[in-house]
């Protein structure tokens, strides 16, 4: 199992940046595919950016390609989002997640962190 704890969220600008972060405590996260996902004031959740458990190949959502870059930190046992250019629609609460490679589903989520674009 693997738990997993998100930070790095705040207020940010419209054209600012800022880097989440998914510490992870028990499992390794390669052993992991892992996804970011958020959820917009009165919308459903969303993914965002995946990462495989090989950490070489990465998905974004269409609204977020080439602005977001998901990586990981195997020494650290931490997950990213770097998030650049932001926009008032990237405003939401941000998860991580995580599922074992077989599994269709997330079954590891964070608490979130809130991203505010002003």
């Known amino acids: 199992d693997v738990q997993l704890v998100e930070s790095g969220g705040g207020s940010v600008q419209a054209g600012g940046s800022l880097r989440l972060s998914c510490a992870a405590s028990g499992d390794p996260l390669r052993r992991y595919s892992l996804a970011w996902f958020r959820q917009p004031p009165g919308k459903e959740r969303g993914e965002v950016a995946t990462l495989n458990a090989g950490g070489n190949f990465m998905t974004y959502a269409d609204s977020v390609k080439g602005r977001f870059t998901i990586s990981r930190d195997n020494a650290k046992n931490t997950l990213f989002l770097q998030m650049n250019s932001l926009k008032s629609d990237d405003t939401g609460m941000y998860y991580c997640?995580?599922?074992?490679?077989?599994?269709?589903?997330?079954?590891?989520w964070g608490q979130g962190t809130q991203v505010t674009v002003s």
């Open positions: 997640a995580a599922r074992e490679p077989w599994q269709t589903e997330y079954n590891y």
